[in-house]
């Protein structure tokens, strides 16, 4: 697979320089140069639809050019000792489970893949990596989770003051060792923009090799296009499916779009977002209008210009019928959220988190539109005991911890608080690792 920038084409780079890049030089995003379809390789794994084997054979065939076929399983073996879970919800809606990973949300997928990637690559060189990144929740834990104890790599984590959950915090700052937490007096959107600002900063990148492992860098997305495989080959072929995709940044969704141009057989997707909701406002009006963030019960959604919607608008030529043709958006309150998760508790028994309410509530919505019934398969992206005080607000009691989540609480919160300016953060990073 070879990978381009959103912003130049002529550029052409492989997996390895794309991920230790993070952003192309001229500060697109890399995105595959073509997209062969894979539904021969689909239709192969309808006899054994693990999640391990769907993520074999994606990797051997994406890059079957870069690594060896015992370094492709030996990569895919190390980062995914977790796998997706499919469960059954009400009539037409399915949930797949993504939270069964370290840090108990969908972003483990990726985050662990990029960390073994990035290992296998540095293991024969000398030489070593800086991860910077920018999180409005999950990225962060996850990210901290897949790096600690890389012997090659540091990691710095910017996260918006008292914007995340204190669970989230926990898990970002009380690592320690080689993940730096930095806490940002400001909004993710103020993070997400200095973490761009130091990746195009050549004094910086002269002296620092910077990468990131936010969805900006594709590295994250192609992993997770393979739940999405996995998730779609639980079904029949001929069953239609919708798949709906709780979204902030929209590197998650941006995974599913591969994945469909891959060749995976979709009925399309939906974008569910909170109030932040601009990509939804695109969709309707063709018209992008990014602004300020606003804080919602569902955090780890809270972006007013995600960065990934550059990614998304390259894949689709820009054309915005052809994008409205494959996602729409759909608006989810706080108010909303609340009532889904005590609804859905109620009627079913299972529990969500903030996010995947909003793609619950989106996938009833859409059903109740439409007079064909397509099966709705939600990606359920986190741990409900990661939002105790939301799911407590919505059942009356909080959440059971998972041992993995719970030993944070007990540890001390470790961040060096700055301000959202990107010179204040550039001095730091020269200060602490140049």
Known sequence: MKLVSTRDHRTIVSFKDAIFQGLAPDGGLYEPLEYPDLSPTFDSLKNSPTFIDTAIAMTGKLLGDELSAGDVEKLCRTAFPFSPVLTRAENNISILELYHGPSCAFKDF??????TSMELFLANESRRAIILTATSGDTGSA?????KG????????LYPSGRVSP???KQLTAVGGNVHAIEVLGSFDDCQRMVKEAFVDKELNQVLPLTSANSINIGRLLPQSFYYIYGRSQFPAEQPVKICVPSGNFGNLTAGVIAWKLGMNTEGFIAATNVNDVVPEYLTSSVYTPRPSVHTYSNAMDVGDPSNFERLLSMFQENWRAMREVITGTTVTDDETVETIGEVWKKTGKLLDPHTAVGYLAAKRFLAKTEKKPEVLVLATAHPAKFSEVVEKSIGSEPVLPDRLAIYLKKEKV???ISNSTEELKSLLLETLG
Not at 143 to 147: E, H, I, L, W, Y
């Open 110 to 115: 990726g985050a662990s893949f990029l960390a």
């Open 143 to 147: 990210v901290a989770q897949a790096f």
């Open 150 to 157: 890389k012997d090659l790599i540091d990691v710095v984590i």
């Open 167 to 169: 669970l989230q915090e």
């Open 415 to 417: 961040s060096t608080k």
